[in-house]
T-cell receptor
Framework: KQEVTQIPAALSVPEGENLVLNCSFT??????LQWFRQDPGKGLTSLLLIQSSQREQTSGRLNASLDKSSGRSTLYIAASQPGDSATYLC???????????FGGGTRVLVKP | EAGVAQSPRYKIIEKRQSVAFWCNPI?????LYWYQQILGQGPKLLIQFQNNGVVDDSQLPKDRFSAERLKGVDSTLKIQPAKLEDSAVYLCASNPLGLTYNEQFFGPGTRLTVL
């Protein structure tokens, strides 16, 4: 069974600290891995998509790495801001049908 | 470009009642997904449509849940009768049809509370 795990479930940091969010997946034959942000009462916003042939993707203060051999992906958010407070979800993607399997998410609070 | 629209945004019902949710995907998107997100968990795929055909409904509780996309555009998801454990956010997503992975675009969701 394909499983995606995110630990910790919640994280609180002071403003300015770097954030490190972890995602583990059981199926090394993933097609892609994607990180999303979810604000309360809102849908999901895509942050970064890493294709299986890539090792990392970067966008502004965000950097996501992918290690298929160990079944792990890490999302780094540099110099965190209160506006980064949200739930972050990772999902692995099977090629067939573009199916997403989500982790449980990490709820992040950045304190001013 | 307008995003994925969902209505209602919130719904409160009593157990054993019926409820329906509506989703209008981004114009031109052939594939539509319904997800269930229970509080504290990640979204779980319920059903996937391509145009007006069902691609995957393996995780849809068919004894009480049904969904349709009659004209290949908007879609409705129905629960009849509702149970307490159906309390969740129901998310709709869509993406274009393609040979490689295409990003799914999510709507704001409908929050269902079953009392």
């Amino acid at each position: 069974k394909q499983e995606v795990t995110q630990i910790p479930a919640a994280l609180s940091v002071p403003e300015g600290e770097n954030l490190v969010l972890n995602c583990s997946f059981t199926d090394s034959a993933i097609y892609n891995l994607q990180w999303f942000r979810q604000d309360p009462g809102k849908g999901l916003t895509s942050l970064l998509l890493i294709q299986s042939s890539q090792r990392e993707q970067t966008s502004g203060r965000l950097n996501a790495s992918l290690d298929k051999s160990s079944g792990r992906s890490t999302l780094y958010i540099a110099a965190s801001q209160p506006g980064d407070s949200a739930t972050y979800l990772c999902a692995d993607i099977k090629a067939a049908g573009n199916k997403l399997t989500f982790g449980g998410g990490t709820r992040v609070l950045v304190k001013p | 470009e307008a995003g994925v629209a969902q209505s209602p945004r919130y719904k409160i019902i009593e157990k054993r009642q019926s409820v329906a949710f509506w989703c209008n995907p981004i114009s031109g998107h052939a594939t539509l997904y319904w997800y269930q997100q229970i509080l504290g968990q990640g979204p779980k795929l319920l059903i996937q449509f391509q145009n007006n055909g069902v691609v995957d409904d393996s995780q849809l509780p068919k004894d009480r849940f049904s969904a349709e996309r009659l004209k290949g555009v908007d879609s409705t998801l129905k629960i009849q009768p509702a149970k307490l454990e159906d309390s969740a956010v129901y998310l709709c997503a869509s993406n274009p049809l393609g040979l490689t992975y295409n990003e799914q675009f999510f709507g704001p969701g409908t929050r269902l509370t079953v009392l």
